[in-house]
């Protein structure tokens, strides 16, 4: 067993024991790892499975900020304790003097505001460890080292994302990223559909197994024969799925009835998908499979029979639509995944093993929901986001980033209620324009990225079903977002019609 100290020089640590409980540990190869986190006093002692070097990641106050992930630079075991807050400014700053690195490598160019941010980051980091061990100076400089780094990468993540945009449509008059906003059926007759094609170039229809078969046999094509053909007149492109969401909220009722039969539950599912794809077969041009499947506690199924059902849905969609292209969804991208039980693969493997199956799965959507419970995810900066985006794709197809982001906090009667905003990681009060703020950044930097097919928001309506609360694009009143007039801008100024 592999155990790694540190001394917390903050005293407000000891009051955050449920936070730091939420600490984990990423090993040379990248991948996550559960920790056994104990604090006593000023100490917190982390025991993992297998004692090689790595990083520790644990959520801490970054002033502006909010309270995201920050990480350690790699650390070796040791007799003697780390001061906490002197490894995560160490490791923060790594990251973003190696992230420079990297994109001056590739063309970019950095501003005065930046370097000067660096500069003062690495003052502040050296007045902390030269402290000679007191904790005060340690919490204080340290502290300030971490806020100036993020506030440096998320200016330098700006910088790269505005740079690569400009060199991408210096080449192609626009680029050829598709963009899209979730619909539920529910919303087929809302007045604001009507301007959609205004804003996305592409269609995304949302359809809850929950909603199509309420009642075991009994079929409700109507609302979604009507989206389906609003979007074809349209004449957008239509994404449609989840057909199956390993989520508790979207299966049907009646199908607890065989909770734990795995082969009647396969062959419900697997019925339900080819109704589906049937029905809408040359008329659908992506199928999104399934989602969460592993990860969550669905019908009394495990880990491996919700893979080898989420397997049989990719034939048996390949076998009746053979032109359409196919992706599988994941969420929790990071490591809140360690936190759904004992799981062996994680979303990151679990992608690579569908892929590489020969299944006939040509990308990889990846669900963004920072702020939120799970299966949401803790908020992160922009470069820790580029960093995910690098990581997965290794896997070697194009990916689908699906973004939920909240503009309020509160109870929302149309989303999941086991799912909740998380205000504590916010740096201000909730609201559109924090909303808009966020949004944009992310959006902007994703579409960045070559390797990103397509950029989906997840809801498009807060009045609609949705997982995700406050979510939406449009209030329950069908009046529109800041975030959702940018969409429509950036859509105009940079995609193709």
Not at 129 to 140: C, F, K, L, Q, V
Not at 158 to 169: E, G, I, K, S
Not at 340 to 360: K, N, S, T
Request: charged fraction near 25%; include cysteine.
């Amino acid at each position: 067993m592999g155990v790694i100290k540190f001394r917390l020089a903050s005293p407000d640590y000891p009051g955050r024991v449920g936070e730091l409980r939420k600490a984990f540990f990423v090993g040379i190869d990248r991948s996550p790892v559960r920790l056994h986190v104990d604090v006593r006093g000023d100490l917190l002692t982390c025991r993992r499975e297998q004692p090689d070097s790595g990083r520790l990641f644990v959520p801490r106050r970054v002033e502006g900020h909010g309270t995201p992930y920050i990480g350690t630079a790699t650390l070796a075991e040791r007799d003697e304790p780390y001061w906490l807050d002197l490894e995560l400014a160490r490791g923060k700053l790594n990251d973003l003097r190696n992230q420079c690195a990297d994109w001056k490598q590739m063309g970019l160019r950095t501003t005065v505001e930046f370097e000067a941010l660096l500069a003062d980051a690495q003052h502040e980091f050296v007045k902390a460890a030269t402290s000679g061990g007191d904790a005060e100076s340690i919490r204080a400089h340290a502290g300030r080292a971490i806020a100036l780094a993020t506030t440096a990468g998320e200016v330098l993540a700006r910088f790269y994302a505005t740079q690569v945009l400009q060199t991408r449509l210096s080449a192609t008059p626009r680029l050829q990223t598709e963009l899209s906003a979730g619909v539920d059926v529910s919303s087929s007759k809302a007045p604001w559909l009507n301007d959609y094609a205004s804003a996305f170039n592409t269609a995304r229809v949302n359809a809850s197994w929950r909603s199509v078969a309420p009642n075991e046999g009994k079929y409700r094509w109507e609302p979604l024969d009507a989206l389906v053909a609003k979007f074809r007149r349209f004449n957008l492109p239509i994404t449609f799925g989840p057909l199956v969401d390993f989520r508790g909220a979207t299966i049907p009722d009646w199908l607890s009835l065989f909770e734990g039969d795995f082969e009647t539950l396969q062959g419900l599912i697997l019925d339900y998908v080819a109704q589906v794809v049937t029905r809408y077969r040359g008329k659908v041009a992506h199928w999104r499979l399934f989602q969460r499947a592993g990860l969550s506690d669905a019908l009394g199924l495990s880990e491996e029979e919700q893979i080898r059902i989420a397997t049989q849905i990719a034939r048996t969609t390949r076998q009746i639509d053979a032109s359409a292209g196919l992706s599988l969804g994941v969420d929790r991208p990071w490591a809140e995944w360690l936190s759904a039980g004992d799981v062996q693969l994680g979303p990151l493997h679990l992608a690579d093993y569908l892929v590489r199956a020969q299944l006939g799965i040509s990308a990889v959507a990846v669900e963004i929901a920072p702020g939120y419970t799970s299966p949401g995810s803790r908020v992160r900066d922009m470069l820790e986001f580029s960093k995910l985006l690098d990581l997965y794709a290794l896997i070697n197809v194009p990916l689908h980033i699906e973004f939920a982001f909240p503009s309020a906090a509160g109870p929302d009667a149309t989303a999941d209620p086991k799912v909740e905003v998380e205000p504590s990681q916010w740096e201000s009060g909730l609201d559109e324009n924090e909303q808009l703020d966020w949004a944009s950044r992310w959006v902007t930097l994703a579409a960045s990225k070559p390797f990103v097919r397509t950029i989906t928001w997840l809801d498009a309506a807060d009045a609609a079903p949705k997982l995700y609360p406050h979510s939406g694009l449009f209030r329950p009143d069908g009046t529109a977002k800041p975030i959702y007039e940018w969409l429509k801008v950036f859509r105009k100024e940079i995609l193709v019609p």
